[in-house]
């Protein structure tokens, strides 16, 4: 019924920039906060920013100043700019949405990531 497909990823060196989209579809009635989380290989998953449905937005320490978060209401979609990357941003990078969706006739709340983007990052 609702589905977030991610794209962007790839491959750059240190000192690039890449950006993220999310794109949200399917049934939905209204989207509060939409995040970006991601998770290294033996890491747990970890929150990178997050944005609220009037703009308000959050990030982890280690990507203060070097990411921005921001979405388009509009389309249901929430992206994510990286600059300044380094190495230790490699992971594969996860979108969520916590949404008001159609189930039938009935208005349901859900919390629903993406398939998952990877990031590679080389020295």
């Known amino acids: 019924q609702v589905q977030l497909v991610e794209s962007g990823g790839g491959l750059v060196q240190a000192g690039g920039s890449l950006r993220l989209s999310c794109a949200a579809s399917?049934?939905?009635?209204?989207?509060?906060?939409m995040g970006w989380h991601r998770q290294a290989p033996g890491n747990e998953r970890e929150l990178v920013a997050i944005?609220?449905?009037?703009?308000?937005?959050n990030y982890a320490d280690s990507v203060k100043g070097r990411f921005t978060i921001s979405r388009d209401n509009a389309k249901n979609t929430v992206y994510l700019q990286m600059n300044s990357l380094k190495p230790e941003d490699t992971a594969v990078y996860y979108c969520?949405?916590?949404?008001?969706?159609?189930?039938?006739?009935?208005?349901?709340?859900?919390?629903?990531w993406g398939q998952g983007t990877q990031v590679t990052v080389s020295p």
């Open positions: 969520n949405a916590d949404l008001l969706f159609w189930s039938g006739l009935l208005s349901r709340k859900g919390a629903y």
């Open positions: 399917g049934n939905i009635i209204s989207i509060n906060a």
């Open positions: 944005i609220t449905s009037d703009g308000s937005t």
